[in-house]
């Protein structure tokens, strides 16, 4: 498929498909036979490829993280127990987060109630 339906397919605008495909998170094949176009070919690997970045974005994954993430699961190199020690690690990364945000929205909320009372 081309990369016009591979962005209808996985609802990913074709500059971001074109950056995800610079950075190396996959790549579409060329038909050296013909050279009149850069035209690449895609194969239905590359949908779940996407899908799994899409998800992986989304729950907080840095595209350096999804690039390694990709690398190793595709070609098998991931043990089911390092898959999940992979996951378990990010959870562990978006709590940490929640819990500075918690102190971010709670000394806020102080400084309202500082200013209502005069005294800021």
Sequence with gaps: MLINELSKRTGVPIP?????????????????????????????????????????????FTLSEIKNLIDSWFNKRLSKEKKITVVYSKITEIDNKIRQLNKVRKLLSECIVDIEKGNC
């Design 16 to 60: 971001t498909l074109r950056y995800y495909e610079n950075y190396g998170l996959f790549k579409g094949m060329t038909d050296g036979k013909i050279k009149t176009n850069n035209y690449k070919d895609y194969d239905e690997s590359i949908v779940e490829k996407i899908e799994m970045i899409k998800g992986a974005k989304e729950a907080g």
